[in-house]
């Protein structure tokens, strides 16, 4: 099956940006919708961002109006453009398929100041 590998985390302060990207291994990748998760400390993992093959997105309230999701299906890779982050963000991002295949190991983001 596809196997998905998350990057692009690290630490930044209140109110900058990152951009996660989601490289798959194969190139089915390209049929299937693709979410992207969170999981902060202490609680359950949660979807914030999803967008299918054809290009339509979705966005949990908690992240509307401040992330981004989108792919390059040349690439192989999808990505997630995180503007204004509050500390609230932090948490492990993951990015899976619709419907999920096994796991990535996420990546980490860090807000603070």
């Known amino acids: 099956q596809v196997q998905l590998v998350e990057s692009g985390g690290g630490l930044v302060q209140p109110g900058g940006s990152l951009r996660l990207s989601c490289a798959a291994s194969?190139?089915?990748?390209?049929?299937?919708?693709m979410s992207w998760y969170r999981q902060a400390p202490g609680k359950q993992r949660d979807v914030i961002a999803t967008?299918?093959?054809?290009?339509?997105?979705t966005y949990a309230d908690s992240v509307k109006g401040r992330f981004t999701i989108s792919r390059d299906n040349t690439k192989k890779t999808g990505y997630l453009q995180m503007n204004s982050l509050k500390p609230e963000d932090t948490a492990v991002y993951y990015c899976?398929?619709?419907?999920?295949?096994?796991w990535g190991q996420g990546t980490q983001v860090n807000v603070s100041s």
């Open positions: 899976n398929l619709v419907p999920l295949v096994d």
């Open positions: 194969r190139s089915i990748f390209s049929f299937y919708a």
């Open positions: 967008i299918t093959s054809g290009g339509t997105t």
